[in-house]
């Protein structure tokens, strides 16, 4: 594994995974980056296979921030060999299929969190699996999205969109806590008017770019 300070710092010439940025691969706490390639040639392989946006939770992890996040001390996180990868688009039973056939070997279940861990260590699997009458996501719209030039960045854009929304709700509920009742009530509802007229314009435009 060859490891960079910081996922910029990555020379374009020694990237070879097209569907793949090193920011996308880099150490969420850190910016560093360790380059696993067999493993990131698994991963390509995969979404080449699957054709749709593989969407990254965790891919390389520092040791530092492995210890943060409270990560098995031994964590192939750490080699760059492991991926925790979002179930938004994907059915988790077609995915595991793949994820095998192409050569992951341990695999983590998550379904309460909607993601899966694949890794290239030791035949291994732990977690529940989802369940047989799990509303898993099969978009009949997500070939075609996958067939339009830019598709990965669509996608994985609008992921990281509401993966900061997710993370601002903590200090929103805190600042609604400092407000006289009535003020809490007007920034609610504003809040409520907010994300439904961004749904409406994120479905508005996902219906004119996929026709």
């Not at 070939?143 to 990281?160: F, N």
């Not at 006289?180 to 439904?196: F, R, T």
Request: charged share 20%.
């Amino acid at each position: 594994m060859k490891i960079y300070s910081h996922w910029s710092g990555v020379p374009a010439s020694e990237w070879f995974w097209p569907s793949f940025t090193a920011q996308e691969i880099a150490c969420r706490g850190t910016g560093k980056v360790g380059i696993d390639p067999e493993a990131m040639d698994k991963l390509q392989a995969l979404r080449d296979r699957l054709g749709v946006p593989v969407i990254l939770n965790s891919a390389y992890r520092s040791p530092e921030h492995n210890a943060a996040v409270g990560g098995a001390s031994d964590s192939l996180h750490m080699q760059g060999k492991a991926f925790d990868v979002s179930m938004v688009n994907h059915d988790p039973d077609s995915f595991e299929v793949v994820a095998r056939e192409v050569g992951f070997t341990g695999f983590g279940f998550y379904p309460r969190a909607n993601f899966m861990h694949i890794d290239t260590g030791a035949p291994r699997d732990w977690g529940t699996r989802w369940p047989e009458d799990h509303a898993a996501t099969r978009f009949s719209e997500v070939p075609k999205v996958a067939e339009r030039p830019g598709a990965d960045r669509v996608v994985k854009g609008l992921a990281a969109a509401l993966a900061g929304v997710l993370a601002a709700a903590p200090a929103f509920v805190e600042s609604l806590g400092k407000l006289d009742p009535l003020a809490q009530v007007v920034a609610i509802g504003g809040g409520v008017l907010l994300a439904g007229a961004l749904a409406y314009l994120v479905r508005d435009r996902l219906r004119k770019w996929l026709r």
